[in-house]
């Protein structure tokens, strides 16, 4: 740890911050000209004209000037421009890495608000000097400043010529308005107790110059450690939270909103991207989670035990229940949106959808034994296994043909394969799938010449593997070219009125045509059968 002698200005080196004397530490924003470590070794002349420089004989000058600030007296400062060596990757990963502890460990922490004018006068009150300019501050925006605002006991504010504001204490109503951290966490310094998705909020709003860096400056404030990688992106801001579950069981970690997707056909993985996703979970708490497993990550997702309940609104989804309530209503419970794989029973990824309420009067279900699923850890697209997926249509029993029935065309066009044997095959298309996470198609066939037609409707639910369907009398002469394109389209759209189940059955002039979705004869297969029963 290099820290500057607060009579000379020369740096000086410590093994850590507890076996270094007392020291000031300073909280600011960067600007132009400011010193790094390599240029202390110039003479101070040199560097006088720098506004850098200018800034740390200000901050040494307000310290020495004002004892009454300081817990004890102090003989060294640390300023983050030129305290740590930016050249050495090793060295800026531990400062990265011990940085809150530092803010936490200091004498005093003086905060530097360079866009900020305080009101003089006899009749301005300490704490009330200041006026909206100062809730405006740069200071407030960036996401370094963040765990300057948490780790330090008290921050005392100066304005940009280094009149005191006034403190994190004095005003801290202010303060909390501003970054929306409750009022009583500022005064008393019990943020460890606020909730994973509390924390994220405060950093929602923030930004930082390097992407990286909105996760490696939240390091200190979940108290964990891992190494820098500039260049992954975002990430860092995954690999933050992977290491947050290690100890950590805060279920409020998955309660971030995942509507922001860029691509609304993408199911998104386990863990937000960016702490803006976070930027609602100011009010999530966590509940009581005595009967709750741990996280694992496995090479098969996020392994955790949840209760889960389908979504009534939305056929083929499911939601999964949090040990989380939203602190406005504590009758609810937070649940997130998800979709079952095709290929594996307890494996779902999360759809591209907020957080949702939950009207829950009895919490025991969230105390009661859960199943174990794996939600995957990556975004991906919602149908990744819709490409494979096949949907056979066969006779009575596969490779037996349709007696007395003959195809005539389909919506979507081209989607259906007959082969020799008078089976039909469809691969889902990828692009198909509806809101509701569906993909609809309507076949039209031709009975005897003077028995007319029938449309078969199925709308199949590729990620969970199954169909409903549905059957409806055709026109006695099957329309041809455009027209018939148009009627089958018409037919499509106005699905939803007619698929009923996973079977249907249609009386005709004679007889009867009946439906049944079953067990495809092959995994990622969905099998529907089709017979003409007689009179």
């Keep these: 740890m290099h820290l500057l002698n607060i009579e000379t200005l020369h740096l000086e080196s410590f093994t850590t911050e507890t076996t270094a004397p007392p020291f000031a530490i300073l909280s600011h924003t960067w600007g132009e000209g400011e010193v790094t470590l390599q240029d202390l070794s110039l003479p101070h002349k040199t560097l006088s004209s720098r506004p850098g420089w200018q800034k740390i004989t200000r901050f040494r000058d307000a310290v020495t000037h004002h004892p009454h600030l300081l817990s004890e007296p102090v003989s060294h400062l640390w300023v983050d421009t030129c305290c740590i060596d930016k050249t050495s990757s090793a060295e800026l990963s531990e400062a990265i890495n011990s940085m809150f502890r530092w803010y936490r460990h200091a004498t005093c922490c003086f905060a530097l608000l360079g866009d900020v004018t305080a009101m003089r006068g006899d009749g301005a009150e300490e704490g009330g000097r200041v006026g909206a300019d100062f809730e405006a501050s740069r200071w407030f925006t960036r996401g370094w400043t963040l765990q300057e605002l948490l780790a330090p006991s008290d921050v005392h504010f100066f304005d940009r010529h280094w009149d005191w504001i006034g403190s994190k204490t004095t005003l801290a109503e202010r303060i909390s308005a501003r970054t929306s951290i409750d009022e009583g966490i500022i005064l008393s310094g019990e943020w460890p107790f606020a909730s994973v998705a509390q924390r994220m909020s405060w950093m929602s709003g923030r930004v930082t110059t390097r992407v990286e860096d909105m996760a490696y400056c939240l390091l200190g404030i979940f108290d964990v450690h891992m190494p820098m990688l500039y260049g992954e992106g975002e990430r860092a801001f995954v690999r933050l939270q992977e290491e947050i579950i290690k100890d950590s069981d805060d279920q409020s970690i998955l309660a971030w ?30 509940l009581p989670t005595s009967h709750a497993g741990p996280f694992a990550l496995t090479n098969k997702g996020l392994q955790i035990d949840l209760p889960i309940i389908e979504h009534q609104d939305s056929p083929g989804q499911k939601i999964v229940l949090l040990s989380c309530s939203d602190v406005r209503d504590v009758t609810t419970v937070i649940g997130i949106k998800v979709q079952p794989d095709a290929t594996a029973s307890s494996r779902y990824t999360r759809l591209p959808a907020p957080p949702i309420t939950i009207p829950l009067q009895d919490h025991t279900i969230l105390r009661q034994p859960s199943p174990t699923i794996y939600l995957a850890k990556r975004d991906q697209p919602s149908g990744r296994h819709t490409g494979t997926l096949k949907c056979l249509l066969y006779g009575p029993s596969p490779g037996r043909a349709f007696k007395g029935v003959e195809f005539i065309g389909a919506s979507p066009p081209g989607v259906w394969n007959v082969n020799k044997i008078h089976t039909m095959t469809m691969l889902v298309p990828r692009d198909g799938v509806d809101d509701q996470g569906e993909v609809t198609t309507v076949l039209l066939f031709q009975l005897g010449d003077e028995e007319g037609t029938f449309c ?80």
């Design 456 to 535: 078969l409707i199925l709308s199949i639910l590729p990620t969970v593997g199954t169909a409903r369907v549905g059957l409806l009398l055709g026109p006695d002469k099957a329309p041809e070219g455009e027209m018939l394109d148009k009627m089958l389209e018409r037919l499509r759209r106005s699905a939803s009125s007619i698929i009923k189940s996973t079977w249907a059955e249609l009386v005709l002039k004679k007889g009867k045509v009946y439906v049944k979705v079953g067990i495809g004869p092959a995994p990622s297969v969905i099998g529907v059968s089709m017979s003409r029963l007689p009179e």
């Design 257 to 286: 909103d995942a509507s922001g997707s860029p691509d609304s056909s993408q199911a998104v993985g386990a863990f937000a991207t960016h702490p803006r996703q976070f930027r609602n979970g100011g009010s999530v708490e966590c």
